[in-house]
């Protein structure tokens, strides 16, 4: 393939969540033809479900999907071979997502099960993570008692530009605003929750690149909430739009904001498809959706002007070259095959 870069991909393992993956699988991506070629296992590790990379070190950090949850982290090498740096307990069960702040002193995780954020320091040498400083719980229920008997914390989104975070949790219908406390390691409530809708399962949330607006996708009732981000942190809801044209079960997951401000998009698990908005206007304008091609799209990736989709049960990567002028997704055709993918970090 030349001169590619490497991405990799977390899959689900059986003992755990019942998946197929052994744990982390590299890939080399074509920059030019946005192709894959696999390379094989380079981590065999409990159910790593969501990926991350530290901003400025080659390093790899991976939330382990299990009762007993914990973040481990790695050393990126050549061909995305992986060298273990160790693990830490989180203090909670499922971690589902997690990120390194601003300053790159601190990662958060999102213990969905636990229904708590543990708080860890990250070695500023080697990027290893450390025993965390902070474990602070969320309270409440929702209106779901199968989905929303207890918090559900479901990603962990930091302020660019502060020392900020907004934590989103499924299972309270809420987001929370944070202000992280550097010196002790510790989260700072700012509040009441920033924004708050019953019913909606909020799961995840895109940040347009002006800094001003977010999106939030609710996976319970698969709408794509539009918010502004006001000087005091707190999100001012504009509107809201369905996910998908399909009828039936629906169940979103993952959502993002194009590095060009210029596009929405947001996986659609049940219709098995990726819908494409328009977000020039305050509300996000619907453009279209395609398949995925395969089944129960938990994850994608934007890298440049192609998407990579995780098809968790198909067992299947999806590779599409984006359209420069109305943003769909065209497919580039053959699937990569991928036993239960969960996650796909690119370098």
Same mark, same amino acid.
């Given at each position: ?27 080399? =991506? ?20 969501? !990926? ?11 939330? *382990? ?6 973040? @481990?982290? %790695? ?6 071979? !992986? ?46 993570? !450390? ?18 008997? &207890? ?41 009441? /929750? ?12 895109? =940040? ?30 504009? &509107?809201?739009?369905?996910?998908? #044209?399909? =009828?039936?079960?629906?169940? /979103? @997951? ?12 947001? +996986? *659609? ?22 398949? #995925?091609?395969?089944? %129960?799209? =938990?994850?994608? +990736? ?8 995780? *098809? ?13 002028? *109305?943003?769909?997704?065209? @497919? ?9 993918? #969960? ?5």
């Amino acid at each position: 393939m030349g001169d590619g870069r490497i991405v990799h991909i977390g899959c689900y393992t059986p003992a755990s969540s019942g998946g197929r993956g052994e744990g982390i699988v590299a890939a080399r =991506r074509d920059p030019e033809t946005g192709r894959l070629e696999l390379r094989g296992v380079v981590a065999t590790t409990p159910s790593p479900s969501f !990926l991350i990379r530290h901003p400025t070190l080659p390093v790899l950090y991976a939330t *382990n999907e299990v009762r007993d949850g914990r973040v @481990s982290a %790695w050393a990126v090498g050549d061909d995305g071979a !992986l060298a273990p740096l160790g693990e830490v307990s989180t203090g909670g069960a499922d971690p589902c997502h997690a990120a390194v702040l601003p300053g790159e002193g601190y990662l958060v995780a999102a213990n969905y099960t636990g229904g708590s954020l543990a708080v860890h320091p990250l070695d500023p040498a080697s990027g290893a993570v !450390l025993e965390r400083t902070e474990l602070i719980g969320h309270h409440g229920c929702g209106i779901d008692p199968e989905r929303q008997e &207890g918090p559900h914390p479901h990603m962990i989104s930091p302020d660019p530009s502060g020392d900020s975070l907004l934590a989103v949790d499924l299972g309270t219908d809420a987001v929370y605003r944070y202000t992280l406390d550097a010196a002790a390691g510790r989260l700072v409530p700012d509040g009441g /929750p920033a924004w708050r809708r019953a019913g909606a399962g909020p799961r995840h949330l895109a =940040r347009h690149p002006d800094g001003k607006r977010c999106y939030v996708v609710g996976e319970l009732d698969a709408t794509v909430t539009a918010c502004e981000i006001g000087e005091d942190g707190a999100l001012r809801e504009v &509107g809201a739009v369905p996910t998908t #044209t399909h =009828r039936g079960h629906v169940q /979103p @997951s993952e959502i993002a904001v194009r590095a060009d401000g210029r596009f929405l998009y947001v +996986a *659609n698990r049940g219709p098995d498809t990726i819908a494409v908005f328009s977000v020039d206007d305050p509300l996000p304008r619907y453009v279209g959706e395609v398949s #995925t091609g395969g089944r %129960w799209p =938990r994850h994608f +990736a934007i890298i440049d002007d192609y998407l990579y989709v995780a *098809n968790e049960r198909s067992h299947s990567v999806g590779i599409f070259r984006l359209h420069p002028e *109305n943003g769909l997704p065209i @497919s580039l055709g053959d699937l990569v095959d991928t036993p239960s993918p #969960t996650c796909i970090a690119p370098e």
